[in-house]
């Protein structure tokens, strides 16, 4: 059985004193969530000190993004090897955030999954279409070719031992959240297209969903079939409510 990653992406926010808060509360409660994977995604410069501070392997630690060079004359840039060393195990990369204000593409999208692949770091690659597209029925059209961009390049497998966050953009951040049926029909299609009716792919790729999940919300989402998880954005800035999503994960996986 897929395990349910609970990432909480903490944007451009946060500080060195609510990162050692949230990670001493965290810890405290870490061993009631057995069932499920937690990951923060502070800001990079914070990786570093928080690998320091946290005592078990049990709470992980993801970047939000990535170059897909591997070092030289990229100035301001941090390399996988980089975020590797300093205790990242995942690394965000495609949100929409990205794409729409660094005019992130595809395929640039896809030499970071590549390079995160060759580095031993597992991408959680964002996926989503606009309010737009939505309205024009071409979510699926768009999710796919998002995906199919990484499969040109990394091949079938790529999708092994991966993860996608479906997040769709006019969820994010508005409050407005897709409903469970309908992530549960875009995770569905996702699941599929990845797969490609290879057994192992489909039952090992975890598929988040993401956009205004929030402590009173979590639950709808985790009782579907194909939603494993979630990307948390502004609910997981407060440890309370970043607690509550993951509880929701575990129960949804033990009853
Ligand atoms: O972008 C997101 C996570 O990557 C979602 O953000 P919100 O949870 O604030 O909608």
Same mark, same amino acid.
């Not at 410069?45 to 392997?57: P, S, W």
């Not at 660094?102 to 590549?114: L, P, R, S, V």
């Not at 699941?191 to 993401?210: C, P």
């Given at each position: 059985?897929?395990?349910?990653?609970?990432?909480?992406? #903490?944007? $451009?926010?946060?500080?060195?004193?609510?990162?050692? &808060?949230? /990670?001493?509360?965290?810890?405290?409660?870490?061993?009631?969530?057995?069932?499920?994977?937690?990951?923060? *995604?502070?800001?990079?410069?914070?990786?570093?000190?928080?690998?320091? !501070?946290?005592?078990? =392997?049990?709470?992980?630690?993801?970047?939000?993004?990535? =170059?897909?060079?591997?070092?030289?004359?990229?100035?301001?840039?941090?390399?996988? !090897?980089?975020?590797?060393?300093?205790?990242?195990?995942?690394?965000?990369?495609?949100?929409? &955030?990205?794409?729409?204000?660094?005019?992130?593409? @595809?395929?640039?999208?896809?030499?970071?999954?590549? $390079?995160?692949?060759?580095?031993?770091?597992?991408?959680?690659?964002?996926?989503?279409?606009?309010?737009?597209? @939505?309205?024009?029925?071409?979510?699926?059209?768009?999710?796919?070719?998002? $995906?199919?961009?990484?499969?040109?390049?990394?091949?079938?497998?790529?999708?092994?031992?991966?993860?996608?966050?479906?997040?769709?953009? #006019?969820? /994010?951040?508005?409050?407005?959240?897709?409903?469970?049926?309908?992530?549960?029909?875009?995770?569905?299609?996702?699941? !599929?297209?990845?797969?490609?009716?290879?057994?192992?792919?489909?039952?090992?790729?975890?598929? !988040?969903?993401?956009?205004?999940?929030?402590?009173?919300?979590?639950?709808?989402?985790? *009782?579907?079939?194909?939603?494993?998880?979630?990307?948390?954005?502004?609910?997981? $800035?407060?440890?309370?409510?970043?607690?509550?999503?993951?509880?929701?994960?575990?129960?949804?996986?033990?009853?």
């Amino acid at each position: 059985m897929r395990r349910s990653l609970i990432m909480g992406n #903490w944007k $451009l926010n946060g500080s060195l004193s609510m990162l050692a &808060e949230f /990670i001493t509360s965290l810890s405290d409660q870490i061993d009631a969530l057995k069932m499920c994977d937690i990951a923060i *995604a502070p800001p990079a410069v914070y990786l570093h000190e928080a690998k320091k !501070q946290l005592k078990n =392997d049990r709470i992980s630690l993801a970047a939000q993004n990535v =170059d897909f060079n591997t070092g030289g004359a990229f100035t301001g840039e941090l390399s996988p !090897q980089m975020l590797k060393e300093v205790g990242a195990k995942y690394v965000i990369i495609g949100h929409s &955030e990205r794409r729409s204000y660094h005019q992130e593409t @595809n395929e640039g999208i896809a030499k970071k999954f590549a $390079l995160l692949k060759e580095t031993g770091l597992i991408p959680v690659l964002c996926i989503g279409e606009s309010e737009t597209e @939505n309205a024009q029925g071409l979510t699926q059209t768009i999710c796919a070719k998002q $995906l199919d961009a990484i499969l040109a390049k990394c091949g079938p497998d790529a999708f092994k031992n991966s993860v996608i966050a479906y997040e769709p953009i #006019w969820a /994010i951040g508005t409050g407005k959240a897709a409903t469970a049926s309908e992530a549960q029909k875009v995770h569905a299609f996702i699941r !599929q297209h990845v797969s490609k009716g290879k057994d192992e792919i489909a039952k090992t790729v975890i598929i !988040q969903y993401g956009g205004s999940v929030n402590a009173s919300n979590a639950d709808e989402f985790f *009782a579907e079939k194909d939603i494993d998880g979630a990307l948390v954005g502004g609910a997981s $800035l407060k440890v309370n409510d970043f607690l509550k999503i993951a509880q929701s994960a575990v129960a949804a996986k033990t009853f």
